[in-house]
């Protein structure tokens, strides 16, 4: 692994004090992907997430349940650690903010803030615990806060404060450049209109008593707990051991001699934390920067943001029972928009699951199979050319995974499918195996560009696509994306296995 381009990337970490639904799902399968695709150009890939688990909503939650806060917390952590295996995430590390190495971590990024930007502060304000920020009058709807329609606390107390305001240019420059590339625009624009408004100094920290003396305490100030961000937004780099100076700190966020790419990806709710509050800290203490934030929208339903309040959330498991992982997988980045919002619904859902994944991809491969199968002995006939245009579907391809567009590149995939499917309706083989002609040059055609839609596949659905490419009978370990794309690598008398169902059609 030493040699290899180093790349990493994060998912942003969920509280604890609730089932994981559908949206969290959903960034989770999206940053699994962009994962997945960089190992497979050969990257040394460093994929991680986690959970916050020191927010005053986890001790609340705790409580309210009549539980110890501590095994409230392990009990849902653990949740979201099934759910990351169960959709079959890729990842490298998950943290949990009650660690050990993330409260050394995050206390010496504390440590290294630059001390002209922390000051104390009597601070008087809005505050609903629901969000654990303070609001202006101007920013409530009805004096409510607009996330949990409910009235935010007066609370008075002296905190930390970090002085934002004195970054405004450098983000607003690193913004501009894309040195700091926030996907998409409108999301880099919507920071640049924050900056133009002009950035207030933010809170870091809070009393041991408001925090009921959870948290991760504020170097040399036992008064003091860390406020969510400077706490919870570090546990990018306290997964790699930044306390330590590690070298898996070096190798995966500092990315010395390389061109960096520190990947951060999160929903629209968080991206003002992200793309201002976190760089001004991190340039405050002189730690490198991310090199790219992904930020996508919310998964609605009927129009409606998930919320507990509402009673309309969705587990990520009642998809994964109806349809299987990776049809949740495929349905969430094809259906639902890659940067707006998207709205669910469990009809939209079967239907696209029937249109795209039945009677698309699943019905295309054993047709193709059982094509190899009656007409070529399932072997692999002779090389022959390409008729699909595989080599301008790699460029789109590319170009819209490394934009995070998923929902272009499925939609990508389901026309190849279905320009497939025309040609082999064109070329009617059984009608000239029938007549005595020869299929040969028409069932490579078709085995061949099986594969180059299997290798798109595999970032995408990877237990789907392994399964396919056990029946083209592809090494696994041999596979490099790069080298795999030219057409016509499918080698002949290669022996092909029988087909099986992939994507059964629902009852
Ligand atoms: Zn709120």
Request: aromatic share 12%; net charge negative; glycine share 6%.
């Amino acid at each position: 692994m030493k040699n290899m381009k180093k790349f990493y990337i994060s998912t942003s970490i969920p509280y604890v004090n609730g089932e994981p639904h559908i949206g969290h799902s959903l960034e989770f399968i999206q940053a699994d992907v962009v994962a997945r695709y960089n190992r497979l150009l050969g990257k040394d890939v460093f994929f991680v997430s986690g959970t916050d688990e020191n927010s005053l909503k986890n001790v609340q939650s705790a409580n309210k349940a009549g539980q110890e806060v501590k095994e409230y917390i392990d009990e849902y952590a653990q949740k979201f650690q099934d759910l990351v295996k169960d959709l079959d995430i890729s990842l490298d590390d998950f943290i949990r903010t009650t660690e050990d190495r993330h409260f050394k971590g995050a206390q010496k990024l504390w440590s290294l803030l630059d001390k002209d930007d922390i000051y104390k502060k009597k601070y008087k304000g809005l505050y609903c615990v629901g969000c654990e920020v303070f609001y202006n009058e101007d920013e409530l709807e009805d004096g409510c806060c607009p996330e949990h329609k409910k009235e935010p606390e007066i609370v008075e107390e002296e905190n930390y404060f970090f002085k934002l305001s004195k970054y405004a240019d450098q983000i607003k420059e690193l913004l501009n450049s894309k040195e700091l590339n926030i996907i998409p625009e409108n999301r880099k624009n919507e920071a640049l209109s924050f900056i133009e408004k002009g950035l207030e100094d933010f809170s870091i920290s809070r009393s041991v008593e408001r925090a009921h003396g959870w948290g991760v305490p504020v170097p040399e100030d036992e008064s003091q707990i860390m406020y969510v961000w400077v706490d919870a937004l570090s546990n990018y780099i306290t997964a790699l051991d930044f306390a330590e100076d590690s070298q898996k700190y070096q190798d995966y966020w500092v990315q010395a001699g390389q061109e960096r790419e520190v990947i951060h990806t999160l929903g629209k709710g968080i991206s003002r934390f992200h793309v201002l509050y976190w760089i001004g800290l991190l340039l405050s203490a002189k730690v490198p920067l991310p090199t790219q934030e992904f930020i996508h929208g919310y998964i609605t339903i009927n129009g409606e943001k998930i919320s507990k309040s509402f009673g309309n959330v969705i587990a990520p498991y009642e998809l994964i029972e109806r349809y299987g992982v990776d049809a949740t997988r495929f349905y969430l980045l094809g259906a639902i928009s890659s940067f707006q919002d998207g709205d669910f619904s469990f009809e939209k859902c079967d239907e696209y699951y029937t249109a795209n994944l039945v009677n698309g991809v699943g019905n295309l491969t054993s047709r193709i199979l059982t094509m190899a199968e009656k007409y070529t002995k399932n072997l692999v006939p002779p090389v022959e050319h390409d008729v699909f245009g595989t080599e301008d579907f790699w460029v789109e391809y590319k170009k819209d995974l490394e934009s995070f567009d998923f929902q272009r590149v499925i939609k990508n995939i389901n026309s190849l499918v279905a320009r497939v499917d025309g040609f082999i309706s064109e070329q009617k083989p059984w009608e000239k195996a029938k007549a005595g002609e020869d299929v040969n040059k028409v069932v490579y055609q078709l085995l061949e560009v099986l594969r180059h839609l299997t290798l798109a596949l595999l970032p995408i659905i990877p237990s789907t696509a392994n399964q396919i490419l056990v029946q083209l009978n592809i090494e696994k370990n041999t596979l490099k994306l790069n080298e795999l794309t030219s057409w016509g690598l499918l080698k002949s008398h290669t022996q092909l296995k029988k087909s099986k169902i992939l994507f059964p059609r629902l009852i």
